[in-house]
Nanobody, 127 residues
């Protein structure tokens, strides 16, 4: 059974940093991209940052560019989202997702291409 288990969310103040982790397990076949999406109250789910497991290429949303970084530890089957200089507008439930579809770099952030999802972890940025 495929599992994507997120951790690391919490309540922080503006300007703080957090690191989210997503451990993947149970895959019986390769997954070709893995990454992070978020959904704020009353808004649609959006791509934040994703990474190709084939060539390491990445997608980073404009709203977090320069502040968030994605990384992957292959030995631990874990992907991380390093979030710096957090803003109140970063408040959302953050979901880890993976796809068994081969995804080229321009499409890494397309939600519809991801078919495995974690339960999400809440990140709240507030003073």
């Amino acid at each position: 059974q495929v599992q994507l288990v997120e951790s690391g969310g919490g309540l922080v103040q503006p300007g703080d940093s957090l690191r989210l982790s997503c451990e993947a397990s149970g895959f019986t076949r390769d997954y070709y991209a893995i990454g992070w999406f978020r959904q704020a109250p009353g808004k649609e789910r959006e791509g934040v940052s994703c990474i190709s497991t084939r060539d390491g290429s990445t997608y980073v949303a404009d709203s977090v560019k320069g502040r968030f970084t994605i990384s992957r530890d292959n030995a631990k089957n874990t992907v991380y989202l390093h979030m710096n200089t957090l803003k109140p507008e970063d408040t959302a439930v953050y979901y880890c997702a993976a796809t068994s579809t081969i995804v080229d770099r321009p499409f890494l952030g397309v939600i519809e291409l991801y078919n495995f999802w974690g339960q999400g972890t809440q990140v709240t940025v507030s003073s």
